[in-house]
């Protein structure tokens, strides 16, 4: 099982995020919960979603607090968040940056395994708003290998319309543009 | 049966109360119900299913316009939650003392004050004497089936009863997860259309929910409580019908490696999942643990709760509610009294936790169960509250 835990702000899509993963490991056959921090929804403030994918049901109800994967969909969150709390040993760290990855290391004492994106770049110029969830998922998925790219087209779909097209072509710039930091 | 689909839990409530082809839903918005209350009067507006959608100014009123809907025989169905369940509190009794069948859907959220919109059972356990069938789903695909088996159970000419459904606020409602949806055939093939025993008409009038003098309200009081009792004969046959058709089993009381266990955990709702996760990790420790879940509260299935709990040694029962300045939690307390002149019977110790959305994690049901084995009194306590 591999828990993922997604930090952004209240109106980015999050939750958005962690829904369209978990209706896509679903459509793959697998096991999946995507969930919100429970509580109100606030605009602006800094908010966790998360996701968890299985081969097996799940069965656990509790919160997650040793996430495999943490993703930063908000790049201003870094330094104002503790985003890697609880993050395993040998978990990931996907962040939405323009930063140089050693400044961020820098900022977030931080020298685990670390994939960067510059996912507000992209969801501009494909978006027209610098709304990066959808184009976050691109990076989570090449990064963590944890579902197909296709399995996300169905769902995007569903959920964008019309827009649906432009979502997918930010995911795939994701996807191809996410990455490792040594 | 289709394939696996993923959807929030509330909007799946929805649906299947659609699949149910009900005519009449009054439901006024909380959290963490909304999205119940709001998918529904999407689809009754786009005409999915041939339904009167009433907007109310309150839960008083969403619960009163559904035994007005319900005294008229169509098929009704709320939804609630914490303190609109408090609000519904004045006509709870009256719908199942006219013996008018009701659906209602609670997203268990504790009960104010201090505001708090997070999950527990303080809010259903206020309502547990009014004589209505009470059950609580474990997952998603529970609420989904048991939404359905509701209608049927509250129908039933051997039953016509109102049935409250609990769906643990956030834990089930705000999760994405795998379900499966029964075809509308199957669901019209198990739940025909309902047949009422007697109906408020215009046109034949009759009189409904009549004044009760002394010498006749104890009568009624004890056929009422007679009512509630012989209903589980009812819904376990039911249930077992939803098994054979769909090849899920549901059972007023639910065993996890139970049998033979020296310490079982009992739990009520979306807490369950996470203690059987527990219950793995302590006999692989060759601990002696099982788990008992309680789906049905009203009636209280008390043979079912024997049988299963049947040589264990201790019994921790876990509330998520709590009984103020009395002995314990609603549950604790209850079994404690039900059991008291069995012989033998277990050590009972009650747990208090998870109140307002506090979270219960595997660790901390191992933890409690540490605590049990340890615990010399038999007082009830709080687990994981600072001091």
Known sequence: MIEIRWHGRGGQGAVTSVELLALAAIEEGKYAQGFPAFGPERRGA???????????PIKIRSGIYHPDVVVVLDPSLVGLVNVTDGLKENGLLIVNTSKPPATLREQLKYKGRMAVVDATAIAREELGVPIANTTMLGAVLKATGVLKMESLEGPIEERFGKIADKNKRAMKRAYEGVKMVK | ???RTGMEVAIAAAEAVALCRIDVAAVYPITPQSHMAEHLADIIHDGRIDAEFITVESEHSSISACAGASAT???VYTATSSQGLMLMHEILPIVSAMRLPVVMGNANRAVSGPLNIWNDHTDIMPQRDNGWIVMHAENGQ???DMTIQSFKI????DVMLPVVLNIDGFQLTHMIEPLE????????RFLPPRVPFATLHPDRPISMGCFNMPDIFMETMKAKDQALINSKKT??????EWGKMFGRSYKPIETYKARGAETLILTMGSMGETASVAVDEMKAKGRSVGLVKMRLWRPFPLDEL????KGCKTLIVMDRAVSFGGAGGPLGTEIKSLLYHDDPRPRIVNMIMGLGGRDVQVEDFIAMVDRAERKEDDGYEYYGVRE
């Open chain 2, 1 to 3: 049966m289709g394939k």
């Open chain 2, 154 to 157: 509250a129908e039933h000419p």
């Open chain 2, 181 to 188: 949806f029964p075809t509308q055939e199957e669901v019209d």
């Open chain 1, 46 to 56: 800094p908010v966790m979603a998360y996701n968890r994918v299985s081969d097996k």
């Open chain 2, 142 to 144: 529970e609420v989904i």
């Open chain 2, 235 to 240: 819904i376990v046959k039911i249930w077992n």
């Open chain 2, 73 to 75: 025989g169509a098929r």
């Open chain 2, 306 to 309: 024997r049988a299963a709990i």
